[in-house]
Structure formats: C-alpha cells, structure tokens
C-alpha cells in the first residue's frame, strides 16, 4: 500500500512508527513537547537534560505513551556532546532523527551583556548542534536508506529572521547562524543526511526559547502580533516534526522553516 495514509506496520508517507530519535533538551518546555509527538507517533524516542532526575521523570511519563529512554548530558563542551554520542551509539546503532532541541537564552541591557552572556548561549544554541552532529554522524548514516536520508532538525526561534525587541544579542546572533550551519552541513552530509531548522514563535505555555528554561507563557502583546492570533501548540509542533522525520520530507534539506504563526513575516 503507498500513498499518504499510514499503514498497520508504520509505512505511511508521513509515518515516524519504528524510527529511532534522539531529541536534546527533551525533558521539559518545547523539547518535552516534540518528545511526545515522536512517542506517540511509534518512534523509540531518547531524551536528554542536564538534570538527570528531570530526564527520567518526562521519559517515565513518556514511556506510557511509547518508548522513550532518558539520558543525561551537559552540551556545554564539546566533551559532553561526545559523551551523549557515544552513550546513545552504545545503545543502538543506527538515529534516524537528531532534534536539536536543547537551547539556553540570556538577555541584559547592552551595558551589562558581557562574556557571561555569550559563552553558554553559543556552546549550547551553536556548537552543541554541530558536535552532536558531527560525532553521531556514523549513526545516522547506517539508519539512511536510497531515497530516504536521516534527519537532523535544529529547534531555533524567529529571532534569527527579523530584529528581536528583547536585548537577547547571543540568542539572536546564535539562532542565525545556525540557520546558516544548517544550510552548509546540508550541502556537506547529503545525501545520506538531510538537515533542517525550524524557527518557532511563540509557543505556550512556554516561551520561544529555551528548552531547559523554566515554563513561562509568551508575552500576550506577542501572541496579538502573531496574524493567526494564538501561541502554537503541541498538535502544531507534531506535524512539522513528523513531516521532517518521515519520507514525506526525503527532497527536503537545507530549509529553515518558520513555525509562528506568520509573525515573522509580518514584524
């Protein structure tokens, strides 16, 4: 059977059933979101967070769901984003999808943004998403099959599409040029290995940003600015994600795909 209707066995256009994921920053905010969409989609899902006992608490719900796994990771330094490759490849051998969801906001006056503002930002926004990458490059590409690549999908926000009002200078700096990373791994790792970003907006209850941020719900001037006039949701994350992990996506790399709502269009 082909077409665009999922089958018994998960082979639909649009199926993610029986892939495996790994989603960073998967345990609470919009990290937790796509986790779950990718779970209840029949995708054996596995979740990072720097805190650990976090990380077990979202899988364990999960896992009532689907297969979800915690893991425990720093992605601050490059030795930690090699450290989470080499557990997950311990694991299983072949990631269909890697969503880089994992990301850290700081925002102060220009007069007070200094160095502290920029270090983490860029390691966990930026470079956390090229190491990781890099180093589970070997596991994507034994789960690639001839016209169907694997996945690397970087969350970002619509600030690296348009002047942010907030003085979140590294957020905004960080989001672009990963918008750029994405266009020139995309060039580097096909076609074996398909990569795209998705720009959000506001999402509630969380904000944007950061996945390991505390949940706060988007600024309401915000959400009025947006055309379609509400915060996405969890049903509005589970069809991008799905649609980049399933062969629905397999002619599509290279792209940043803003998700909100039209407000980047429209700021």
């Known amino acids: 059977m082909t077409g665009t209707h999922a089958t018994q066995d998960g082979s639909g256009l649009f199926s993610v059933h029986g892939r ?15 986790a779950q969409a990718l779970v ?46 080499e557990e997950l490849t311990g694991r299983t051998g072949r990631l269909h999808l890697l969503v880089n969801g994992a990301g850290t906001l700081h925002s102060a006056p220009l007069e007070e943004f200094g160095d502290a503002g920029w270090d983490r930002v860029l390691q966990v926004n930026l470079k956390a998403v090229f190491h990781l990458t890099r180093f589970l490059r070997p596991a994507l590409e034994a ?46 790792l096909a076609p074996r290995i398909a990569v795209n970003a998705v720009a959000l907006g506001p999402f509630g209850p969380f ?31 589970a069809g991008i994600i799905r649609f980049l992990g399933s062969r629905a996506s397999a002619y599509l790399t290279g792209t940043v795909i803003p998700l909100d709502g039209g407000l980047a269009l429209t700021r």
Not at 217 to 224: C, E, G, S
């Open 20 to 34: 495996t994921a790994l989603v960073t920053g998967g345990a609470r905010g919009v990290g937790a979101l796509i």
């Open 40 to 85: 209840e989609a029949g995708a054996t899902v596995y979740l990072t967070s720097r805190d650990a006992a976090a990380a077990e608490k979202t899988a364990a719900r999960l896992s009532l769901l689907g297969e979800c796994f915690p893991l425990s990771a720093d992605l601050a330094t490059e030795e930690g984003c090699r450290a989470l490759a």
């Open 143 to 188: 789960a690639a099959e001839p016209g169907d690549p694997a996945r690397v999908v970087t969350i970002g926000a619509t600030d690296g599409l348009h002047l942010p009002s907030a003085e979140a200078y590294s957020h905004a700096a960080g989001t672009a040029a990963v918008h750029q990373l994405t266009r020139q791994l995309a060039g580097r």
């Open 207 to 237: 904000g944007p940003f950061a996945s390991d941020a505390p949940p706060g719900r988007p600024a309401a001037d915000t959400v009025l600015r947006t055309p379609l006039g509400r915060a996405g949701g969890l049903d509005d994350l």
